[in-house]
């Protein structure tokens, strides 16, 4: 039933209605509110735009130049000015907008959207990856590469909730986050946003990711509403390059791509999923119902809605060429389930047009509508959409959330090699060289960064000067581009070199996406994984001088640092530490802070291993690389710290367990070093013989475990029959009896691993 139309002013005059009491259930609202929305009405809230600040900046940047359809820096609408876009919000034409990036502005455009008809607010996205790094000012935390390096679940969850509040006090109420796919191949520009290469270590940290911004239910303004992104199997792309198209198996999708999905719907309830860029098996994910309708929906029960991602809706048409025009192309993803289209005008004129010609059902209209106000009311934005500005200020980079991102920092970094060199005792040295292109600028940020105020970030350089003493350190600036080819800055480098008596070279990669030079990133993918330009001549030449040489890489992508990890005395995964990347790792490099990070991906030794994983199936090295080693160069799970823990008595519960029972696997713990530090014990599992086949190993479970020198302790583990399940020949998912090796240790490489066998049965 659709009531009378009547406009804004008359119905703040007519009685209150049910929709606007706050006393009443969600549900009674939604339905309250749907049912006094025309069909117009509806359809906008299912459109998304981005914010006119957004729209300014790019105009500008393109003035005059003609804007590729494919560069998703595309974010403004040739068609339609600012002034239109305020109309339309007014009109109640708007549902979204994304990447607002001032309270203000969201301030601006809540006011437009409280002149609407219906004063239905505004859900404003942004991606907040880690942290809200998108608005200037904010805190910015490691990038998820280096959030999973932590296998600190707890932590993840206390910076997303931090992340969150920093979210609503910029005016914006919902994250584009967590990017759950499981990473495949370092070539892929977007690893760095990812948890890594594990799909139980990927889950559990989604997890953790939806829980801390979502909080428990979310409900209420310090809560933002997480995406779980990008149905589906994109993190594997044919070449490495964005978007590219992916063949996977649906066994492959079952037991790689979706569990973390399965988790973040049915445990952690999220609340939005994004669809992917690229197609899989032959559809574009944006026309998938199969994905998004039967496995989301039906099959997992999730509720809320799927938002699309930059343009592809339009490039079903344009570019997988599977619709014949734009209008076919909104039919074909409404109808496979999507409810929010990101971004731009046309999809709302299509969509009206095609359920008024009977070509889409209006049900499908109201699912999407119901959900996203849902979450309006949830956010509790009808009772208030506007941000409080003195809140802004003392919410971003407060002290506490400054807190926690240095102690994700330094649980984020990981110590891959050393020789002895480290922990530095810097009064030992008089003359500490650091150079190299990441060592004094904001790469250490990662991407999904904008600008931020230079006294907001510790550089390395920083970091080390404040560590070491400003007076002994001799800053040698080789320039901020990791492509560069140098020679003569090479050449000036290693002259100082040989009057240093300690050098610390930071090298990597550029994941600035404000930055032409950038090397890694949305949409910048590469064909090799060695370092760019003249870096890996760089650390040579320091390194022939005879000086000790610290090797520290920045980045998102594993790189294959073959002659680095052979030759220097000390090497250090920092990956993109954030705000106070410099204070953390000089905190690790004098072992201030002891390293405890594991790698979430292994690191190849070169391109031509990708896909290079540690849970493989049988096969994979049956013939060997006859031009080099079929292992990586550093596996996952593995890292160094500065005490050495020993493993012993590795016990199982029992030997014979029902598939129906749960059973323990403990082992004991043991710092037998001199300092007290963290290990990250790791229990990996293998079916022995199995209808289908399994991976030589598969992470299960993990534990963060901190033990002073000397102490022992008994750390066990339950062992759930999901942990042993897996999808038959039939793809029925159970437990089949036979046998199975526990593993428990320090990596996922056996050498690390006490091993133990359980026999299931039925
Ligand atoms: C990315 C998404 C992101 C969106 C909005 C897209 O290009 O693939 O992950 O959320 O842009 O910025």
């Known amino acids: 039933m659709t009531i009378a139309v009547l406009p804004a002013a008359l119905l703040t005059m007519a009685q209150k209605p049910l929709y606007k009491d706050a006393g009443q259930p969600v549900e009674k609202r939604v339905t309250d509110l749907l049912q006094r929305m025309t069909l117009e009405e509806k359809v906008a809230q299912m459109c998304q735009y981005v914010g006119p600040g957004h729209i300014r900046e790019t105009q500008q940047r393109f003035k005059g130049k003609k804007v590729a359809k494919n560069d998703d820096a595309y974010g403004f609408y040739p068609n339609l000015s600012i002034n ?21 502005e969201a301030n601006q455009l809540q006011e437009l959207a409280m002149k609407s008809r219906l004063q239905i607010p505004l859900i404003i996205g942004i991606d907040a990856i880690h942290g809200n790094a998108l608005v200037s000012g904010t805190t910015v935390y490691p990038t998820p590469i280096g959030q999973a390096a932590s296998f600190d679940t707890e932590l993840v969850e206390r910076l997303s909730r931090e992340s969150a509040l920093e979210v609503r006090a910029t005016g914006a109420h919902w994250t584009f986050t967590p990017n759950i796919d499981v990473a495949r191949d370092a070539r892929w520009g977007r690893t760095g946003e990812t948890f890594g290469e594990d799909p139980y270590l990927v889950t559990r940290m989604g997890v953790a990711t939806i829980k801390g911004y979502q909080g428990e239910d979310c409900q209420g303004s310090d809560v933002a509403l997480a995406c779980g ?27 790689v791509y979706l569990p973390p999905y399965k988790a973040a719907v049915e445990e952690a309830k999220v609340f939005t999923l994004m669809a992917a860029h690229n197609e899989l098996n032959g559809v574009p994910c944006h026309a998938d119902k199969w994905m998004m309708t039967d496995i989301m929906r039906d099959e997992y029960g999730f509720d809320g809605f799927i938002v699309s991602d930059w343009m592809d809706v339009e490039r079903i048409h344009d570019l ?86 240095l102690e994700a920092a330094e649980k984020s970094i990981v110590l891959l090699k050393n020789e002895g060199l480290l922990p530095l005792d810097f009064s030992k040295y008089k003359n500490i060289l650091v150079t190299g292109p990441n060592a004094d600028n904001h790469t250490v940020l990662g991407d999904w960064t904008l600008q931020q105020p230079d006294e907001n970030v510790v550089t390395i350089l920083d970091g080390i000067c404040q560590a070491a003493g400003k007076e002994k350190v001799t800053y040698y600036n080789y320039g901020d581009d990791v492509r560069q080819d140098s020679p003569e800055k090479v050449k000036e480098a290693s002259e ?30 590469r064909m090799s994984i060695d370092l760019l330009g003249t870096q890996e001549l760089l650390v040579k030449e320091i390194h022939k001088t005879g000086v000790p040489t610290i090797v520290v890489l920045v980045g998102g992508r594993p790189l294959s640092v073959n002659w680095i990890a052979q030759n220097v005395p000390a090497l250090v995964q920092a990956w993109e530490p954030g705000s106070f990347a410099g204070t953390a790792v000089a905190n690790i490099l004098t072992g201030k802070v002891n390293p405890s990070a594991k790698l979430p991906i292994s690191i190849p030794r070169h391109a031509g ?3 290079m994983i540690y849970n493989h199936k049988p096969s994979q090295y049956f013939h060997k690389y006859k031009d080099g080693a079929s292992t990586p160069l550093y596996a996952f799970g593995y890292g160094l710290s500065y005490t050495t823990f020993a493993y012993s008595n590795l016990k199982l519960s029992g030997n014979k367990v029902s598939s129906k029972d749960s059973f323990t696997a403990s082992v004991e713990l043991t710092n037998i070093g001199k300092s007290e530090g963290t290990e990250i014990v790791q229990l990996y599992i293998r079916d022995d013989y199995s209808y289908a086949t399994r991976p030589v190993k598969e992470l299960k479970d993990f534990m963060r475990v901190t033990l002073k020198p000397g102490e022992k302790r008994t750390v066990e583990f339950t062992i759930s029959p999901d942990k042993l399940a897996y999808y038959n020949r039939a793809m029925e998912y159970g437990v089949e009896p036979g046998t199975f090796t526990i593993m428990v240790g320090s990596s996922s490489m056996d050498k690390d691993l006490q091993k133990a066998k359980i026999e299931i049965i039925k």
Do not use: W
């Not at 109640?92 to 994304?98: P, R």
């Not at 300690?502 to 990133?521: D, F, S």
């Open 609 to 611: 291993q990708i896909q």
């Open 229 to 255: 992104k990008h149905l589906i199997a994109g993190s594997e792309p044919s070449n490495g390059t964005n978007a590219a198209p992916m063949d996977v198996s649906e066994r492959t999708l079952r037991e």
């Open 84 to 104: 239109d876009l305020y109309k339309m919000t007014e009109e109640g034409k708007v549902g979204s907008f994304l990447h607002v990036v001032t309270a203000e």
């Open 496 to 525: 100082l070199a040989k009057k240093a008596d300690l050098a610390i070279v930071v090298v990597g990669e550029n994941p600035l996406r404000y930055q032409k030079t950038k090397t890694c990133g949305e949409n910048v993918d």
């Open 320 to 405: 997988h060429k599977v619709a014949p025009n734009l209008k076919e192309a909104y039919r074909e993803t409404v109808a496979a389930g999507l409810d929010m289209h990101m971004h731009g005008p046309g999809f709302m004129e299509g969509v009206i047009e095609l359920v008024k010609e009977g070509k889409l059902a209006e049900a499908q209209v109201d699912r999407a509508c119901r959900a996203i106000l849902e979450a309006k009311f949830k956010l509790g934005l009808f009772e208030n959409p506007f941000v409080d500005l003195k809140k802004t200020r003392k919410t971003l980079f407060c002290k506490e959330h400054k807190a926690t991102a």
